[in-house]
C-alpha cells in the first residue's frame, strides 16, 4: 500500500522559520509536491521535486531525498497569511500519466 | 487564461440518490483528475482522464464513475449516495509534461453534503 506521513498540526510565531517534514512508503515515485491549502479553498501548488536535494524559491524551500523517502518543505519569515494546510504528495504514474497520492496534510497555525 | 471551473460549487442530497458533478479544465489541458476531501482521510485520488479515457482509478467503490468527452470537460457521477459521501470533490488539471513536471491545477471544488 502508499503510505504518506506528515505532522497533523503546528504552530510557529510569525517572522520565524518552520520545517513540515514528510515521509513516504509507495510502490513507484515520479516526484514528490508541496501544496499549500487555506481553508475553504483549492490546494495551490507550491514545489516539485523529482532529484534529491534542495529546491530554493522564494521564502519557501523543499528538499527531498529519495533513499530515504524523506522530504522537508521549509518556510521562512513566517506571515500570519501562511496559516494554511499543507499538503505532501507523491506522484505514483509515470509516461505522463497522473496519480497523486497525498498526505493528510499539515495545518499551520503562525501566531503573532 | 480562465483556471480550472467546477459546477455547482455546494450540493445538497438525499441518501440514495445520484449525483453529477462538472469539471472544465484549464484551455489547452487534457488530462483531468478527480480528488476527494475529507477531514479524516484527506485528498484521495478518484480517477484520471486523458483523451476521453480514464487512465488511472483509486480504490473506490464502483459507484463512482467519470468520463471526460472530446473537449476535454468532465464529469463524475456518484450513485447511491451514502452519508459517508459528504466531502469537497476537487477537479485539477494537467497540461502536456513538460520535462519531469506533473503539475496539476485545482478548481475550487464542489462541496457535497448528504443527509
Known amino acids: 500500500g502508499q503510505n504518506i506521513d506528515q505532522p497533523t498540526e503546528m504552530t510557529a510565531t510569525e517572522g520565524a522559520i518552520v520545517q513540515i517534514n514528510c515521509t513516504y512508503q509507495?510502490?513507484?515515485?515520479?516526484?514528490l509536491f508541496w501544496y499549500q491549502q487555506h481553508a475553504g479553498e483549492a490546494p495551490t501548488f507550491l514545489s516539485y521535486n523529482v532529484l534529491d536535494g534542495l529546491e530554493e524559491k522564494g521564502r519557501f524551500s523543499s528538499f527531498l531525498s529519495r533513499s530515504k523517502g524523506y522530504s522537508y518543505l521549509l518556510l521562512k519569515e513566517l506571515q500570519m497569511k501562511d496559516s494554511a494546510s499543507y499538503l505532501c504528495?507523491?506522484?505514483?504514474?509515470?509516461?505522463?500519466?497522473?496519480?497523486?497520492?497525498f498526505g493528510k496534510g499539515t495545518k499551520l497555525s503562525v501566531i503573532p | 487564461k480562465a483556471g480550472v471551473t467546477q459546477t455547482p460549487r455546494y450540493l445538497i442530497k438525499t441518501r440514495g440518490q445520484q449525483v453529477t458533478l462538472s469539471c472544465s479544465p484549464i484551455s489547452g489541458h487534457r488530462s483531468v483528475s478527480w480528488y476527494q476531501q475529507t477531514p479524516g482521510q484527506g485528498l484521495q485520488f478518484l480517477f484520471e482522464y486523458f483523451s476521453e479515457t480514464q487512465r488511472n482509478k483509486g480504490n473506490f467503490p464502483g459507484r463512482f464513475s467519470g468520463r471526460q468527452f472530446s473537449n476535454s470537460r468532465s464529469e463524475m457521477n456518484v450513485s447511491t449516495l451514502e452519508l459517508g459521501d459528504s466531502a469537497l470533490y476537487l477537479c485539477?488539471?494537467?497540461?502536456?509534461?513538460?520535462?519531469?513536471?506533473?503539475?496539476?491545477?485545482f478548481g475550487p471544488g464542489t462541496r457535497l453534503t448528504v443527509t
Open positions: 504528495a507523491v506522484v505514483l504514474s509515470g509516461a505522463g500519466s497522473y496519480q497523486l497520492t
Open positions: 509507495t510502490s513507484g515515485f515520479n516526484g
Open positions: 485539477a488539471s494537467s497540461p502536456p509534461p513538460s520535462g519531469v513536471s506533473y503539475e496539476q491545477y
